[in-house]
Nanobody, 124 residues
Framework: QAQLKESGGGLVQAGGSLRLSCAASGRIFSSRVMAWFRQAPGKEREFVALIRWSGANTYYADSVKGRFTISRDNAKNTVYLQMNSLKPEDTAVYYC?????????????????WGQGTQVTVSS
């Protein structure tokens, strides 16, 4: 079975940085796209960033563009999210997800596998 495990969350002050990791195992080879989503209490899960396993194509939500960077290390089966210039509104549980479809998607329901999430809290 495919499994995803996030790590790297924590508490930081506004303007600080965090680096999230997502370790993939199992049948992730069948997935085409890896993505990060986030969900704050009482709000819908929203798209953050995505990247292809087979290339460096990336796409970001407008809210994080220029501050966050998604990357991957295929040899380590790991996807990263470098978060800089963090803002209080970035506070959420961050999830990594895998999509088997060839087309890129920013819709959570299109993703087949999900991690359990890691909490990111940005204080003001």
């Amino acid at each position: 079975q495919a499994q995803l495990k996030e790590s790297g969350g924590g508490l930081v002050q506004a303007g600080g940085s965090l680096r999230l990791s997502c370790a993939a195992s199992g049948r992730i080879f069948s997935s085409r796209v890896m993505a990060w989503f986030r969900q704050a209490p009482g709000k819908e899960r929203e798209f953050v960033a995505l990247i292809r396993w087979s290339g460096a194509n990336t796409y970001y939500a407008d809210s994080v563009k220029g501050r966050f960077t998604i990357s991957r290390d295929n040899a380590k089966n790991t996807v990263y999210l470098q978060m800089n210039s963090l803002k209080p509104e970035d506070t959420a549980v961050y999830y990594c997800a895998a999509d088997r479809h060839i087309a890129l998607s920013t819709v959570a329901r299109d993703y087949d596998y999900w991690g359990q999430g890691t909490q990111v809290t940005v204080s003001s």
